[in-house]
């Protein structure tokens, strides 16, 4: 079964909005991480987030482990923010399981 | 940051093929592994590989599938014989723990076999 659940599949923006996104775990897990994918494809690492909050920028991440939660949160969008925001967890194996990402549109 | 470096970007391959994929992982990580993501579709774990062997692998790791770090070069995926359903986007990733830091992406090697 889907192990890692992200919402919402899609998300559209008008520039300077903020955006919520969030990811549920089934299972209890190591630690996560949150991704962005470029539209070409590309992984760029955002945070590595075993639990409590995290700031860079404009970007947020706050985890709950006990809760199997995490949630990225955007402040001020901008058009060049728009791409594919995957989640992912790592179990203590070390494998690491991705959601089906949210894809987030930011229009001017 | 550290950074992991895939090459080629891109491969065209006619089904049947040998292709093999290179990796060049962050300097002093020991833990590496690959990933499959087929467009549009959940990227999904392939195997990881520690001290020279294979550590784990899913079902996705066919027995088409072998890897090898031949005496601290690339770290390489190598699919023969090719199959179209191979086509995909193949992330490399490593870290440099077990279990207690994160893994560092390649870019990516976007494979299509015809």
């Known amino acids: 079964g889907q192990q890692v659940q992200q919402s919402p599949a899609s998300l559209v923006l008008q520039e300077g909005e903020n955006a919520e996104l969030q990811c549920n775990f089934s299972?209890?897990?190591?630690?996560m991480q949150w991704f962005y994918q470029r539209p070409e494809g590309s992984l760029v690492s955002l945070f590595y987030?075993?639990?409590g909050t995290k700031q860079s920028g404009r970007l947020t991440s706050t985890t709950v482990i006990k809760e199997r939660r995490s949630s990225l949160h955007i402040s001020s969008s901008q058009i060049t923010d728009s791409g594919t925001y995957l989640c992912?967890?790592?179990?203590?194996?070390?494998?690491?399981?991705f959601g089906d990402g949210t894809q987030l549109v930011v229009k001017p | 940051g550290p950074k992991v470096l895939q090459i080629p970007s891109h491969q065209i391959i006619d089904m049947g093929q040998m292709v093999t994929l290179n990796c060049d992982p962050v300097s002093n990580h020991l833990y590496f592994y690959w990933y499959k993501q087929i467009l549009g579709q959940q990227m999904e774990f392939l195997v990881n590989f520690y001290n020279g062997k294979v550590m784990e692998k899913s079902k996705l790791f066919k027995d088409q599938f072998s890897v090898e770090r031949p005496d601290g070069s690339y770290f390489t995926l190598k699919i023969q014989p090719t199959a179209l359903e191979d086509s995909a986007v193949y992330f490399c990733?490593?870290?440099?723990?077990?279990?207690?830091?994160?893994?560092?992406f390649g870019p990516g090697t976007r494979l299509l076999v015809l």
């Open positions: 299972t209890s897990l190591n630690s």
């Open positions: 992912a967890m790592d179990l203590n194996n070390n494998r690491i399981f």
């Open positions: 987030n075993p639990s």
């Open positions: 990733a490593s870290s440099p723990d077990w279990g207690q830091d994160t893994q560092y």
